[in-house]
């Protein structure tokens, strides 16, 4: 979607703010974006009467509005521009900006400019914690004070904006996270969730899921994980290493998976698929883990399914890259694991080549899932999109058939056998039809 002329609007703000007497300030990650270079779609604004401020903006303006806090003194209110940007709006904290910017998380979102300066092109950057030296040296650093006690979140935030920015998290910040870990169990499960989902959609999040180990923050979040031998978590991490690192090639299967299941965000899939590697070796069933967390129904079927799958190909060891190659088992797994194979596969290769040290049993294995995925697209789903050549009418019409599980027997086997090339027309369905149901009749 095409960005709004973002200029126009912020000369609005402007306008209005100096109608109402108040000294309006950009603030916070807009600030840390702009210093580096990023592209800005959310602005966040501090003023006196922000409240009132927006009403008359979005107004004026003919914007959505979306209140975000309403209590009285820390009103945050949203304005919906064009092309997904947003404008937020929030109350001025404490005796001036200075105080307010006290109260942010880290020194790189602590940062203001009066919104008249940033216009104009003079970017005088309000930056009492060092947040620019902090940006420079790429590193993320809690402010002093109960940064995470006011807000046990942050701590999670804190590896979610490492991992987006590229930045190490200070020393000092990973010991206030360890020693403020059991705070997060005060927080709602679904903003935990929203948070983990947001930091593994990072590209290189496996060093900091190490750190989120070792400060124990992700077992307060997950806790099954504190039972995790140190094996079991090397290979955690080596997993989500691998994953990283297929993702990073730009796979085409991938790709395809993803253009195909057009519900599904790619970089949410990423995640789910990188928390399934947290998940798929716990006691505690997935199910109940996400569920415990507030995820939506689609996050945790998707995870189930999928770490049920790559169970199955694993305990299997995906031999249908052995000769003769069965294309019945292959159409097995196909169909019962579509539309979660693609996945499935990913995830259970990610793991496979974690546990094993023999590099010639991880190509093996890397191959046989590379013809389960060719059979798949090649055969599989093609035939899949084709109209059956029976169907329920037809067995009652030419068979005079009443429905019965023979029914699904029969429309399985005509389904597969047209898959597998055996057969090709109507005809020939009929006359397999006829079989299944002559074997059925002498049994």
């Keep these: 979607m095409e960005q709004p002329d973002i200029t126009n609007y912020l000369n609005r703000v402007l306008e209005f703010s100096r109608q109402a007497n108040t000294e309006i300030y950009l603030v916070g990650g807009a600030v840390r974006d702009h210093v580096l270079n990023l592209p800005i779609s959310d602005y966040d604004f501090a003023c006196l009467g922000a409240a009132s401020l927006t009403k008359e903006f979005s107004q004026a303006l003919k914007l959505p509005l979306v209140p975000l806090d309403e209590t009285p003194g820390r009103e945050t209110v949203r304005v919906v521009l064009p092309g997904n940007v947003y404008f937020d709006f929030s109350e001025l904290q404490g005796a001036g900006v200075e105080d307010d910017l006290g109260q942010r998380d880290f020194t790189c979102n602590s940062m203001g400019v009066a919104l008249s300066s940033y216009i104009a092109g003079n970017v005088e950057i309000l930056d009492p914690y060092g947040g620019l030296n902090d940006l420079k040296s790429k590193t993320l650093k809690a402010l002093p004070g109960p940064t995470f006690e006011s807000d046990p979140l942050r701590m999670l935030r804190a590896y979610r904006f490492a991992s987006g920015l590229e930045f190490e998290i200070a020393p000092e910040t990973l010991k206030k996270i360890e020693q403020s870990k059991d705070r997060i169990a005060a927080t709602a499960p679904e903003r935990v969730w929203y948070e983990l989902v947001l930091f593994f959609q990072g590209v290189s999040t496996a060093p900091l899921l190490e750190s989120m180990l070792q400060t124990g923050i992700l077992t307060y979040v997950i806790p099954d994980l504190d039972n995790a031998q140190p094996d079991d978590r090397k290979c955690i991490l080596q997993s989500c290493k691998n994953l990283e690192e297929f993702f990073a090639s730009n796979p085409p299967d991938w790709i395809r998976?993803?253009?195909?299941?057009?519900?599904?965000?790619?970089?949410?899939?990423?995640?789910?698929?990188?928390?399934?590697?947290?998940?798929?070796?716990l006691k505690t069933p997935p199910e109940i883990i996400l569920k415990t967390l507030r995820a939506s129904n689609a996050d945790i079927q998707f995870v189930e399914r999928t770490i049920s799958i790559q169970r199955s190909a694993q305990s299997e060891e995906l031999d249908f890259s052995t000769p003769p190659v069965d294309l019945e088992k292959m159409y097995a797994f196909a169909k019962l694991s579509d539309p979660e194979m693609i996945p499935a596969l990913f995830l259970a290769r990610a793991i496979y080549s974690a546990h094993m040290e023999n590099t010639d049993a991880v190509e093996a294995f890397d191959e046989a899932a590379a013809n389960q995925i060719k059979f798949y697209y090649d055969r599989y789903l093609p035939a899949s999109e084709l109209p059956p050549l029976l169907d329920g009418g037809d067995l009652k019409k030419i068979f005079n058939l009443a429905p019965s599980p023979l029914f699904k027997i029969i429309l399985d086997q005509i389904e597969q056998a047209r898959t597998l090339g055996t057969i090709k027309i109507r005809?020939?369905?009929?006359?397999?039809?006829?079989?299944i149901i002559d074997a059925q009749q002498l049994n």
């Design 257 to 281: 998976y993803c253009q195909r299941q057009k519900a599904r965000d790619k970089s949410r899939a990423q995640a789910l698929l990188k928390i399934s590697v947290l998940l798929h070796s």
């Design 427 to 435: 005809k020939e369905a009929q006359v397999l039809a006829q079989k």
